[in-house]
């Protein structure tokens, strides 16, 4: 009789599960290891391309190269470029002024350099009697009053308006000799001048030759006095010495003044003690304070923007000056504020005017009691300024006052203001 009996179904050796546990390589050495994920070489990608020197060295190389771009954009706005690279760069009305005038020399200070003056005239000098002197308030020029000038000389006076130092084409800046510091950046300033002065090899070709360092010149370098330029810095004596030596040299007095903006703070005491060479004083809306917001030409970033940008130039001056000043007139404000960096000459004369003038005192004098006086004011400014002219208008009670719808500057409405001027000539003088 056979048995019958039933073997174990084999497995295929794919579908068999390990029953066995691993072993460690010691007692097992010939077993492999099993090779690792793929998914696990996307870590040392990502440090390979992290430690790669190349891209460490691109972002560098850029780094450097936009540093290097605005350094040199920035020092391009604050150095002082050259005359000629100046008067190229202006408009085609700017140089048509210039070639009309004519610049004289003015000394700003006892033991100072003299500085030019440039100067702009209409009509002719030896057949008229009357002659009318305009000072304007800072950050403007001659060229903003071409206009006035030219009827003035078409109804027989003659006219003359000059740019204060500092702006427009007048001189902006001086030599002045200071004393050396002793920080690290005034002597690496000392050291790149003695440098560019010598030359970079200097010293080792001067050791080549004699065997020894020129430790005597260096000395005296370093001790010596440095030229340094400087912005003009006028306070009111500097302007009205400035003023006097102007109609002096062209043999204008007796002159009617007519002042602007903020020139009256910077001649009042000219017209003091000069009494006998005035003839009238018309003040066109004149204040403590230029119109222009010289703050905004203190402040870095802002100050590019609003003087690099001329659509931005002209919404400050339409808000601060005048809404009626054509796209010319603010173009030749702005190129005459960047032209060989004025605005920093005109910032700081504004910084030192007399904010402690008191007009009616001034008025109430007794050099200036018998100046017959005009006050020409905008009435449509604001409710603040209207009520600055009738103070002003109150505390010079012999002055005649008029208004007018020109804004703080109104030279744009140039009829208006030859009527004012007509009117102080042919006045009770």
Known sequence: MAIITEEPEIQPQNDREPTEEPTSPSKDPKRKPKPKPMTQTKPQTQAQTQNNPFVFWFYFTVSVSLVTLLAIGLSSLYSNPD????????????????SKGRTIKVQLAQNQPSSEVFVLESGKRDFVSEKVVIVHGLGLSSFSFRKVLDLLGSKGFHGVVFDLPGNGFSDKFMEASEERG????????????????????????????????PYEEIVSHYSE???V???????????????????????LAPVHLVLHDSSLGMVANWVLKNSESVRSVTLVDT????????????????????????????????MCCSRGIGGLDVAAHRMMLNGRDGRR????TGKKLNSSFDIAEWGGLDGVKGIPMQVVWCSVWSKEWSEEGRKVADALPQAKFVTHTGGRWPQVRILTVLYCMFLTVYGDL
Request: glycine content about 8%; hydrophobic content about 50%; aromatic content about 10%.
């Open 287 to 318: 204040g403590l304070r230029p119109a222009l917001p010289l703050c905004v030409l203190e402040v870095p970033v802002v100050r590019e923007v609003v003087l690099g940008v001329n659509f931005v130039y002209e919404w400050l001056i339409r």
């Open 229 to 251: 330029v400087k912005p003009i810095v006028l306070g009111s004596e500097e302007m009205g010495l400035v003023l006097g030596q102007v109609i002096e040299t062209l043999g």
């Open 345 to 348: 000459a005109v910032v700081a």
């Open 83 to 98: 005359p000629k690279s100046f008067f190229l760069s202006l408009s085609t009305p700017l140089r048509q002024h210039y």
């Open 182 to 213: 002793s920080g690290v950046l005034e002597r690496f300033k000392d050291a790149y001048a003695l440098i560019k002065e010598k030359g970079i090899f200097w010293a080792f070709d001067n050791m080549v030759e004699t065997g020894q360092i």
């Open 225 to 227: 006095k440095r030229s």
